[in-house]
């Protein structure tokens, strides 16, 4: 019923910019916040950056100042600017939102992108 299509994924050396963008569609009523999260090899899903329908926003610690995250609620589109990138970022970044969908009910749901590699070269 919903479907998140993620991109902008890539290899960059360190230092460098990405940027990844997420695009929701399908019955959709509402997308109550959308985010990105990321898991790196060996390790737990973390949350990068998250933005709610309100337009706040909220970072990992270890992105603050580096990582920006937007929204285009038009296009039901959320984007992550990535600057100044650290070889420890190199994970698989995954698109989340939390949305209401209208079908023959109307209900909440967490909904996931397929991933998108971001590797970081030293």
């Known amino acids: 019923q919903v479907q998140l299509v993620g991109s902008g994924g890539g290899l960059v050396q360190a230092g460098g910019s990405l940027r990844l963008s997420c695009a929701a569609s399908?019955?959709?009523?509402?997308?109550?916040?959308m985010g990105w999260y990321r898991q790196a090899p060996g390790k737990q899903r973390e949350l990068v950056a998250a933005?709610?329908?309100?337009?706040?926003?909220n970072y990992a610690d270890s992105v603050k100042g580096r990582f920006t995250i937007s929204r285009d609620a038009a296009k039901n589109t959320v984007y992550l600017q990535m600057n100044s990138l650290k070889p420890e970022a190199t994970a698989v970044y995954y698109c989340n939102a939390h949305i209401t969908v209208a079908l023959t009910t109307i209900y909440e749901d967490d909904y996931w992108g397929q991933g998108t590699q971001v590797t970081v070269s030293s």
């Open positions: 399908g019955s959709i009523f509402k997308i109550n916040s």
């Open positions: 933005i709610t329908s309100g337009g706040s926003t």
